[in-house]
């Protein structure tokens, strides 16, 4: 009895071995790295040749950040994935592989942008948002404010946050006392 016990613990021990996929070796920009300049791109490196099967980059606002990311369906041991137009904050990447043996590995990383120059983005869109600050005084809903600016997508986004924070900050210490 002994014998056979020892000769299946033997073997789960072997086939987990086996079962060893590849790691991520390099990542650019760096686990943890604080950058100054926005990337283009973003560099995955790994021990061994995989499928990237799966590419998230969410920003901070816990949206997913559009990519070039595209699901591989031949082992490579480098993927470069361009990104656009970051802004400042917390970045966090998820990845999935597939491995030469089928099996699937996952992982992620975070790195930080905190450029001193504000992107293209925010240069080209900062004097819109700011009219549609002040144009709210002349509209009836926020909504028109956003549409007689023209404020795209993104921008709209960043403005209905700015007056949920602003009707949180004015009107929440007015209505607790």
Not at 33 to 60: A, Q, R, S
Not at 95 to 113: Q, S
Not at 140 to 164: E, H, I
Request: proline share 4%; hydrophobic share 35%.
């Amino acid at each position: 009895m002994n014998t056979k016990k020892l000769v299946t613990i033997s073997l789960l021990l072997f086939s987990t071995l086996n079962w060893a996929h590849s790691d991520l070796d390099v990542s650019i920009p760096e686990a943890g790295e604080t950058i100054t300049t926005p990337p283009d791109k973003i560099v995955l490196i790994y021990t061994e040749p995989v499928k990237l099967i799966k590419f998230e980059l969410i920003g901070t606002d816990n949206q997913t950040v559009d990519t070039s990311f595209k699901p591989s369906f031949e082992d490579y041991a480098e993927f470069v994935i361009k990104v656009n137009d970051l802004d400042n904050g917390l970045y966090t990447v998820l990845w999935t592989i597939m491995g030469g043996d089928g099996h699937m590995g996952v992982g992620d990383f975070t790195f930080t942008l905190t450029q001193s120059q504000p992107n293209k983005h925010a240069n080209h869109h900062c004097n819109k948002l700011i009219h549609a600050i002040i144009s709210l005084g002349h509209c009836d809903t926020d909504n028109q404010a956003a549409d007689l600016c023209g404020l795209c997508p993104r921008c709209r986004n960043t403005f209905y946050r700015c007056l949920v924070q602003l009707h949180s900050s004015h009107f929440g210490a007015t209505e607790k006392n």
